[in-house]
């Protein structure tokens, strides 16, 4: 297992993720990490066995008895870690729908583009646009000129601070 998780590119995985799950597995790695390390530590602590025959000169034996006795009768203790695995669990049956969520959206979205795609390179030429399609296109622009000439206002708010005055150079 170790070994497959070294594979991993995690820097690829997080750049495809939500900020969000890529910030949470790169804490639970860190965690895991420290964890890993303090195992090992222990390990190696647990390998160094204690001499008690340097300790015979001691003038109070008695105490270098009571601490073989607590040493040998030492067992670790079993926790019941099934709580937290529960919870690590139902993480996973979260981050697991969100997942599934996210790709939803991310196919609609998809498919919305692919559309919008087939649009653009199956669209006329601007030079071949007439005002009859473009008013069919924004039928709101039509009634926007007839008001406005009505008004007989002939120019367009905005475009001359915009564009400047044509002049024809004659």
């Known amino acids: 297992?170790?070994?497959?998780?070294?594979?991993?590119?995690?820097?690829?995985?997080?750049?495809?993720?939500?900020?969000?799950?890529?910030?949470?597995?790169?804490?639970?790695?860190?965690?895991?990490?420290?964890?890993?390390?303090?195992?090992?530590?222990?390990?190696?602590?647990?390998?160094?066995?204690?001499?008690?025959?340097?300790?015979?000169?001691?003038?109070?034996?008695?105490?270098?008895?009571?601490?073989?006795?607590?040493l040998d009768s030492y067992k670790p203790v079993v926790y019941d870690v099934s709580a937290q695995i529960k919870v690590i669990e139902a993480e996973r049956l979260k981050a697991i729908a969100a997942a599934k969520l996210t790709e939803e959206k991310v196919n609609v979205e998809l498919k919305e583009m692919k559309e919008l795609l087939v649009h653009i390179e199956t669209a006329r030429p601007i030079e071949e646009l007439n005002v009859e399609d473009i008013v069919k296109a924004h039928p709101s622009l039509d009634a926007t000129v007839e008001k406005m000439c009505k008004r007989g206002q002939w120019r367009v708010p905005g475009y001359y601070e915009k564009f400047g005055e044509f002049q024809v150079g004659f």
């Open 1 to 70: 297992m170790a070994k497959q998780i070294q594979k991993v590119d995690w820097l690829a995985v997080a750049n495809k993720l939500r900020p969000e799950t890529a910030a949470a597995i790169t804490s639970f790695r860190s965690r895991h990490a420290a964890i890993l390390k303090t195992v090992t530590e222990l390990r190696e602590l647990d390998a160094q066995k204690i001499n008690f025959d340097n300790y015979k000169n001691l003038k109070n034996q008695s105490v270098l008895a009571e601490a073989k006795k607590s």
